[in-house]
């Protein structure tokens, strides 16, 4: 039997754990151990008695976010996969954890319809990781075909949790990097708060993807 929390304890890098607990004010649990290293763990245990592992209670950050890798990771079926993450996404209770999981969530690309009607209800939750779950999923969804269904979302979602209306910039900022015209009409008019507007325009204007110009038009429509 693989003894998981051990091989985390020999990961564990004390630089890095100061590192992400700047990154995640308010978290205590953080052990240090970088992402590479945690998704070759989860190979490691998809190769055991993974099912098994996913039982254990999780007392740090990284044994949630590798709970979350071995979710995405093992071989069930499509409908098998998304109840586990049903139960995965209400533990989310921070960034990290939250954006590891949704990049490492392949099966959006491979069952797009699927997951798309499985995210919508995370859009209308009162739960700010639930909403941040549902929202940083949209980056498997960076096309012309969703970006009006997405930006309905963005308009809808009013809780006031700082993750919650981050997630929303960022991906906005993503979906003008890939649907610029379509992008730009939102922002000219949109329901969002300033704070998540401007936070979005901030974010364009950051992006190396987007030239000068653009920049600078988008700079004006700043709240």
């Avoid at 693989?2 to 890098?13: G, I, S, T």
């Avoid at 939250?98 to 319809?113: P, V």
């Amino acid at each position: 039997m693989l003894d998981v929390r051990k091989r985390l304890m020999e990961l564990a890098d004390e630089k890095y754990r100061n590192f992400s607990a700047s990154l995640t004010p308010g978290k205590d649990n953080i052990l240090g151990v970088r992402l590479p290293l945690l998704r070759k763990l989860a190979k490691e245990i998809l190769k055991n008695d993974w099912k098994g592992y996913l039982k254990n209670p999780c007392d740090s950050m990284e044994e949630l976010m590798l709970q979350g890798f071995v979710i995405c990771g093992c071989k069930v079926s499509p409908e098998e996969k998304l109840l586990m993450v049903a139960d995965f996404v209400p533990k989310i209770d921070c960034w990290p954890v939250c954006d590891s999981f949704c990049s490492s969530l392949k099966l959006a690309d491979t069952h797009k319809e699927l997951v798309w009607d499985f995210i919508q209800p995370y859009f209308h939750s009162d739960r700010e990781f639930e909403i941040r779950f549902g929202v940083v999923m949209l980056l498997h969804y960076l096309s012309e075909e969703y970006a009006s269904q997405a930006f309905s979302h963005f308009d809808r979602i009013k809780h006031e949790g700082y993750y919650a209306r981050m997630a929303i910039a960022w991906v906005l900022s993503m979906y003008y990097v890939n649907c610029p015209k379509l992008t730009l009409e939102y922002l000219k008019n949109n329901n969002l708060d300033t704070f998540t507007h401007n936070k979005a325009i901030q974010k364009i204007i950051e992006s190396n993807r987007v030239d000068k110009v653009d920049k600078e038009m988008v700079r004006s429509l700043k709240r």
